[in-house]
């Protein structure tokens, strides 16, 4: 059974940098591509970043452009989103997501941008 674990949450105050990473197991991860998905409090999922399998052609939301990065390292099956100059309007539970033959969801980190 395929699974993904995300980890590298945490509180942080406005300005300040956080780096997630997004463990897979149980399936090829080199055949999906990735994406990293937020949901803020009270309101709805929100994509934040896409990567292809082969690790070509990041995308990302508009108001993330330029402040967040995200990657991959297939050799170690392992998802990242590197942040900074985060703000409060950043703060959500991240989650990654694996789309291929099967569609894959990790459980979340939780980012707080706070002072």
């Known amino acids: 059974e395929g699974q993904l674990v995300e980890s590298g949450g945490g509180l942080v105050q406005p300005g300040g940098s956080l780096s997630l990473s997004c463990a897979a197991s149980?399936?090829?991860?080199?055949?999906?591509?990735m994406s990293w998905v937020r949901q803020a409090p009270g309101k709805g999922l929100e994509w934040v970043a896409f990567?292809?399998?082969?690790?070509?052609?990041?995308t990302y939301k508009d108001s993330v452009k330029g402040r967040f990065t995200i990657s991959r390292d297939n050799a170690k099956n392992t998802l990242y989103l590197q942040m900074s100059g985060l703000k409060p309007e950043d703060t959500a539970r991240y989650y990654c997501?694996?789309?291929?033959?099967?569609?894959?969801w990790g459980r979340g980190t939780q980012v707080t941008v706070s002072s």
């Open positions: 149980g399936f090829t991860f080199n055949a999906y591509a």
């Open positions: 997501v694996g789309f291929g033959s099967s569609g894959y």
């Open positions: 990567i292809q399998n082969g690790g070509g052609s990041p």
